[in-house]
């Protein structure tokens, strides 16, 4: 059973608009999340974080937003850039696992010019 | 500082070859992990380790070993290599959980890719 989910395998968005990436997950235990970003060819690296004490976190054009009623997050990425096209992963760590993160298939996003 | 470097980049194996992968880290972190990454798929971790010493199985350990004689190296191993473990692994470290809870961020090395013939 999958505990991280990330439902869209792909995403293709026009440069300057909005991207808006899904991630779900069904383990409550669950208290911190994580967004990270990976190009071809290299090693993942982190972009932006979130703990379950709150519902919004913003660093610069990246905002990540948790709903956990929902047990769901979004990471949402404002103006859109080229240079925003990797794939990108949704990662959930909780405080009894010994540090280890859950990640999820991941969203390729492409930022079209 | 390097972060998180892995040895090789690339490797070509025959079925029932073996060999060993090496991670190496210089940011002094407690805990590492080995992930694979299969097309489509995220990362599944295959071992992990806690500190120097201590090693424990993930999600996919069937077929690989580890060690961890050395804090700032983790190395995985194949005994005897399968097509089924041709893929991208990828090495993690970070900080332990004492004291360090909210750094939850891990740190990759840039992968390896294996292809096992």
């Known amino acids: 059973d999958q505990q991280v989910k990330q439902n869209s395998p792909s995403l293709s968005v026009q440069e300057g608009r909005i991207s808006i990436l899904n991630c779900d997950y069904t383990n409550s235990m669950f208290d911190y999340f994580l967004w990270y970003k990976k190009y071809p060819a290299e090693g993942p690296t982190f972009l932006i974080s979130i703990s379950s004490i709150k519902d919004k976190n913003e660093d610069g054009r990246f905002t990540v937003f948790l709903n956990k009623s929902a047990k769901h997050l979004s990471l949402h990425i404002v103006p859109s850039q080229p240079g925003d096209s990797a794939v990108y992963f949704c990662?959930?760590?909780?405080?009894?696992?010994?540090?280890?993160?859950?990640f999820g298939d991941g969203t390729t996003l492409t930022v079209k010019p | 500082n390097a972060g998180v470097t892995q040895t090789p980049k690339f490797r070509v194996l025959k079925t029932g070859q073996s060999m060993t992968l090496l991670c190496a880290q210089d940011m002094n972190h407690e805990y590492m992990y080995w992930y694979r990454q299969d097309p489509g798929m995220g990362l599944r971790l295959i071992h992990y380790?806690?500190?120097?010493?201590?090693?424990a199985k993930g999600e996919v350990p069937d077929g690989y070993n580890v060690s961890r004689l050395k804090k700032q190296n983790f190395l995985l191993g194949l005994e005897s290599a399968a097509p089924s473990q041709t893929s991208v692994y990828f090495c993690?470290?970070?900080?332990?959980?004492?004291?360090?809870?909210?750094?939850?961020?891990?740190?990759f090395g840039p992968g390896t890719r294996l292809l096992v013939l």
């Open positions: 993690a470290s970070r900080p332990g959980l004492a004291g360090n809870r909210g750094q939850e961020t891990q740190y």
């Open positions: 990662a959930a760590s909780g405080f009894t696992n010994a540090g280890k993160s859950t």
């Open positions: 380790s806690v500190g120097e010493g201590t090693t």
